[in-house]
């Protein structure tokens, strides 16, 4: 009888003990991920300081390793995380910037993954469309990003301010119903944030 009950004790306790053994899985994942994550964002705070003290800061090659391991650790661990993504893109956007060979649209394949993960988050569109630009992409995704993100984010500060700024590079060669988007933008940004307005105005005068 006691051997009985012994058993179906134990087969009570076993989705308990399953459940415990799930939860501290991902916690080790999660832990995992967040190590990973730190790391990098180490790395990105670190050269974003060096950069407002000097303008010619460079990244350096073993550096933007480093912190690409780290984020693509913290990918391989957390693949649904759209953060982890924005973190991965901005790592190789600084690397690019610096001169480092960075490989075709790696950088624009993970603010696309961001995108896809949070289809809803104005800034990856924002930050997306500025990716493209930057690979002197003007087209027709460049295009559908920028009115994506002002149709998400209509008065976020970083989306009016990407969005004033390719009003004033890009007049004339875009069409007259995204032009007429960004001009809007930019009005925004006048009523809003006067100071960012001016400064980027004053950048084309």
Known sequence: MKRSLSWHRGLLMLPVVLVLCLVIFQAFTLLRSEVG?????????????KTAASKSVVVEPSELDIAIQGVDGAIRQMPESPALYV?????????RLSGIDIENNVELEAWQKAIVLRPAWPYSWSDYARARSQYSLIDRSFTAAL????ELGPW??????????????????LSDGLQAALDN???????AYPHSARKIAGQYQ
């Open 37 to 49: 994550r730190y790391q990098t964002e180490l790395f990105l705070d670190h050269w974003q300081r």
């Open 147 to 150: 009115l994506r993100a002002n």
């Open 87 to 95: 973190l991965k893109a901005r790592v190789l956007e600084r690397g």
């Open 185 to 191: 933008s930019y009005q925004k940004l006048v009523k």
């Open 156 to 173: 976020e500060p970083r989306v009016l301010e990407n969005s004033a700024l390719f009003s004033f590079h890009y007049r004339g060669w």
